[in-house]
């Protein structure tokens, strides 16, 4: 897939009430033009970046599900990551600085009408089939409320309506963790907040994994073990491989941005928000997803009025989204959205 950058050279109004003076938005596509292809637009989550081959390779590339030979295949770098769209590490045309915590606050609201700028561009004129796991379901939820005649399929996988107390604790929990690396406030740099980054990721993989997980992955290999540390060393691992790769002001960022995930803000409640949705849907719940349970699915396909539901069995937790590629190819060519 080719890496593109659009940049939006107006004032981008946000939901917390102020703007940004313009906006990059990084993606990929798999072809120049969309032009006799179907359409499948693919929204990533937290910590992802646009390139959907790098980190759902099971299911994008030649010959897969979503062939990226055959269709139109898009991803594009959610606003307030630093993956190559605006966020909190972009420089500030007001200060010539990195704004690092001066960013604003962004909503799942605003990172779908950063989608909509970009699909316009693109002269897209409707999406053969939206797809989203985790945060990126946010997306592709409040996508197909706001913009009724664009979606035409849709696939929600391990997601929700409206963002749960528990994933709202989770969040913050990981938020604490930042705050407690003296760094982070400091803002030296965007490298501030590394150790506490580090924590915050070792805090989320629990709510990505399942117990089972864990038993079949990080058992101790001796019998007669005296302290356990198998597990330790992996949540150190885990924690330094994401400080590595990413940087703790968009993961402050993009965390509270899922905390604003409401689709029935202003709608008269999700119910009639999801009543709305003219998009085939189906709806993939995880079994053993302990952040987002069955019982959420289960809500957005009892209210979307042309939708389905299909659970697939994993023992790695949420992260099954990313794993159980075959369970989902599966699911996608029964339901009949692509």
Same mark, same amino acid.
């Given at each position: ?14 939901? +917390? ?8 938005? +990084? ?6 033009? *969309? ?12 910590? &992802? ?22 269709? =139109? ?8 990551? +630093? ?15 990195? %704004? ?5 606050? /962004? #909503? ?5 009408? &950063? ?10 004129? *409707?999406?053969?089939?939206? /797809?989203? &796991? ?11 409320? $706001? ?20 994933? #709202? ?13 003296? $760094? ?26 399942? %117990?089972?997980?864990?038993?079949? #992955? ?13 597990? +330790?060393? %992996? ?7 994401? &400080?590595?790769?990413?940087?703790? =002001?968009? =993961? ?7 905390? $604003? ?33 069955? *019982?959420?699915?289960?809500? /957005?396909?009892?209210? /979307? ?34």
């Amino acid at each position: 897939m080719m890496k593109k950058l659009f940049n939006y050279n107006k004032a981008f109004p946000l939901d +917390c009430g102020d703007s940004l003076d313009n906006i990059d938005i +990084c993606y990929h596509v798999s072809s120049e033009s *969309s032009a006799g292809k179907k359409v499948i637009w693919i929204c990533h989550a937290l910590t &992802a970046n646009s390139n959907v081959e790098e980190w759902w390779a099971g299911l994008t590339g030649p010959g897969k599900l979503f062939d990226t030979d055959k269709y =139109y295949v898009i991803c594009a770098n959610i606003l307030g990551s +630093c993956y190559g769209s605006t966020g909190p590490t972009s420089i500030a045309s007001k200060t010539g600085k990195a %704004y690092l915590l001066d960013f604003p606050k /962004i #909503t799942i609201r605003d990172q779908v009408a &950063a989608h909509e700028l970009l699909r316009k561009q693109l002269n897209i004129q *409707s999406i053969d089939l939206l /797809i989203g &796991a985790s945060g990126g379901g946010f997306q592709a939820i409040e996508w197909s409320v $706001s913009e009724l005649d664009v979606i035409k399929n849709m696939c929600l996988i391990a997601t929700s309506a409206v963002v749960s107390p528990w994933r #709202t604790a989770f969040s913050h929990a990981q938020r604490m963790a930042l705050y407690a690396d003296q $760094s982070f406030f400091a803002q030296k740099d965007k490298e501030g907040g590394k150790k506490g980054l580090a924590c915050a990721r070792a805090i989320g993989l629990l709510s990505y994994r399942s %117990y089972e997980g864990f038993r079949l #992955t990080q058992k101790e290999e001796n019998p007669d073990f005296l302290f356990a540390n198998k597990a +330790c060393s %992996y949540q150190e691992y885990q924690g330094k491989k994401l &400080a590595d790769r990413f940087d703790a =002001y968009s =993961y402050y960022t993009l965390t509270n941005s899922l905390d $604003s995930h409401n689709v029935g803000r202003g709608r008269g409640g999700a119910e009639k928000a999801l009543a709305k949705v003219k998009a085939k849907t189906l709806c993939i719940a995880i079994t053993s997803d302990m952040l987002f349970p069955v *019982s959420e699915l289960n809500f /957005i396909a009892h209210h /979307i009025p042309n939708s389905g539901i299909e659970l697939i069995n994993s023992d790695f937790g949420h992260d099954g989204f990313l794993l159980e590629n075959k369970q989902i190819t599966k699911a996608i060519i029964k339901h009949n959205i692509l």
